[in-house]
C-alpha cells in the first residue's frame, strides 16, 4: 500500500487455503494492463517479498512460509534481465526466448539449450540476485517505516481472521507512501 502505481489490496486473510497457502492478499487491477514498465515491476518485486521482510523484521529470521512469492519474484526479476532487457550491466539484449509450452519441441530433459556464454549465465544469475536483494531491502525499510502500521493489522487479522474494505483502509490509512518516481519527459 505504500508503492505507487501497485494494484489496490481487496482482501488480507490468514484464514489458509489448501497445503499450499497459510493466508492471502488479494490485489485487483483498477484497468487493464499491457505493458508494464521497470518501475512497475520492481513495485511488484518488492510487494511479493514483503511478507519475507515482515518475517524479518517481526521475528528476526525468514520462514518457508513465503517460498512461492520468493519462486514468483524470482522469476519475474529472471525474465527483466533474460526477456526485457532491463539489466544495464547486460545491455538490451533478449537472452532467453518467452516461454511456451504449447507446441514446442524441447529436448530430452525438457530444456533448451542456452545460447549464451557460461560468463553471461554467471552475469545472468549476479542480475538476478542482485534485484531481489534491492528489493528485498526496499520492501524491509517500507516495513521498517510502517512498522506500526503493521502492528495493527496483525492484531486486526489475530482477531478477524480476514481484512477488506473499509477495516483494511482504516487501519492502513496512516500508511507513509512512496512518492512515483517522476516520468521522463521526451
Do not use: H, W
Not at 29 to 55: C, H, K, S, W, Y
Not at 79 to 91: H, N
Not at 134 to 160: G, H
Amino acid at each position: 500500500m505504500a508503492l505507487p502505481g501497485v494494484d489496490p489490496v481487496q482482501k488480507v486473510s490468514i484464514i489458509p487455503r489448501g497445503v499450499a497457502a497459510l493466508g492471502y492478499t488479494i490485489q485487483r487491477p483498477t484497468e487493464d494492463r499491457f505493458l508494464i514498465n521497470r518501475a512497475e515491476l520492481m513495485n511488484r518485486l518488492t510487494v511479493l517479498l514483503g511478507g519475507r521482510a515482515a518475517e524479518r523484521l517481526v521475528f528476526g529470521e525468514v520462514s518457508t512460509g513465503a517460498a512461492d512469492d520468493l519462486a514468483k519474484a524470482t522469476e519475474i526479476a529472471r525474465s527483466m534481465v533474460t526477456r526485457f532487457g532491463m539489466d544495464p550491466k547486460l545491455g538490451e539484449v533478449a537472452y532467453e526466448p518467452e516461454r511456451s509450452a504449447f507446441l514446442q519441441p524441447t529436448t530430452e530433459t525438457g530444456l533448451e539449450p542456452r545460447r549464451y556464454a557460461e560468463q553471461t549465465a554467471a552475469a545472468i544469475d549476479e542480475a538476478v540476485r542482485q534485484l531481489i536483494e534491492s528489493v528485498s531491502t526496499r520492501a524491509s525499510d517500507i516495513l521498517s517505516r510502517n512498522r506500526a502500521v503493521l502492528d495493527r493489522e496483525a492484531q486486526a487479522l489475530l482477531s478477524k481472521e480476514t481484512l477488506q474494505g473499509p477495516e483494511l483502509a482504516a487501519i492502513t490509512a496512516t500508511v507513509q507512501r512512496e512518492r512515483p518516481a517522476p516520468q521522463a519527459v521526451a
